[in-house]
């Protein structure tokens, strides 16, 4: 994934690894007049046991407000082992060595009182500097913002609601969606905080998207409203009784990944019924 989105996008992956994984370090230098195949990976990594790790090639110690002391310790360029499988089971010849940053944090507490536990993050990215691997743990921990964002699209500004044909019209009605989002993020002084009998109450500043959308329907009527008036029409006569449809709607086929050279069988639906149990 991270190799097809940065041929495509000038992007960068940051994401959380489990703490059972294990890591390849880059293959060492061949030495001359060394027979055989050379190696692809080199040492593994192992997030369970500290006796692989080595030296890291940053170390960051942090002061924060809700976690206490925040220790990030990056590894460069280890890459994970790919098989053919998943995403890659359609890969002909050698697997790609996608290499990256490896970041283990390590808090002090956390603001629930629970054990703080390590999070293990693997960046896109090599040669980092500690000023970047400050930033990337920070920004991951902004995911929150981002998660809680496209929830709020999903089930309150119903952006996946519409039955939606083209890509066109799927592309519109997302900027209609941000159109409406933004006029929430505005709105967050002007509305009134109508809240649910459990919810604390919350500064005019501070009001969610979610709560100023419930007194929205107060503030539409005292704004400007640059369309005009709609003009009366009649609806059209339709297709005719009995026509079949000339213009059948395009449909878009859902690529699924298959090894090549294999084609799934489509079995006929039989129409006789199971002759019925008499004994």
């Known amino acids: 994934m991270r190799e097809l989105i940065e041929r495509l996008l000038p992007v960068q992956v940051l994401g959380r690894m489990r703490s059972d994984r294990v890591l390849r370090r880059a293959a060492p230098p061949r030495e001359p007049g060394t027979r055989g195949r050379p190696p692809r990976h080199g040492g593994e990594f192992v997030f369970g ?18 976690y206490g002391k925040a220790t990030a310790r ?22 790609p060595v996608i290499e990256g940053t490896v970041i283990r944090l390590q808090v002090e507490y956390l603001p629930s009182g629970a054990s703080p536990k390590p999070v293990w993050l693997w960046w896109s990215g090599t040669d980092a500097t500690d000023t970047q691997v400050d930033l990337l743990w920070q920004v991951f921990l902004r995911r929150f913002d981002i998660e809680h964002t496209f929830r709020l699209f999903k089930q309150t500004l119903g952006w996946t609601c519409p039955k939606i044909r083209t890509p066109e019209a799927a592309d519109r009605w997302t900027w209609l969606i941000l159109a409406v989002y933004t006029q929430l993020r505005l709105a967050r002084t002007l509305a009134a905080d109508l809240r649910r009998p459990w919810e604390k109450p919350s500064p005019p500043n501070r009001l969610t998207p979610a709560r100023v959308r419930r007194d929205f329907r107060h503030l539409r009527p005292q704004a400007d409203c640059p369309a005009r008036a709609p003009k009366p029409s009649r609806p059209g006569p339709g297709r005719p009784p009995g026509r079949k449809n000339t213009r059948p709607t ?19 639906k039989s129409t006789t019924p199971r002759p019925r149990r008499t004994g």
Do not use: I
Request: avoid cysteine; proline fraction near 8%; charge should be positive.
């Open 49 to 66: 046991d500290p006796a692989t790790w080595n030296t890291p090639d940053a170390t960051t110690v942090t002061e924060t407000r809700l």
């Open 250 to 268: 395009p449909r878009y086929d859902v690529h699924t990944v298959r090894k090549p050279g294999t084609t799934k069988q489509r079995t006929k």
């Open 74 to 95: 990056a590894w460069d360029r280890l890459h994970p082992r790919l098989t053919h499988r998943s995403a890659w089971v359609s890969q002909l010849g050698a697997l």
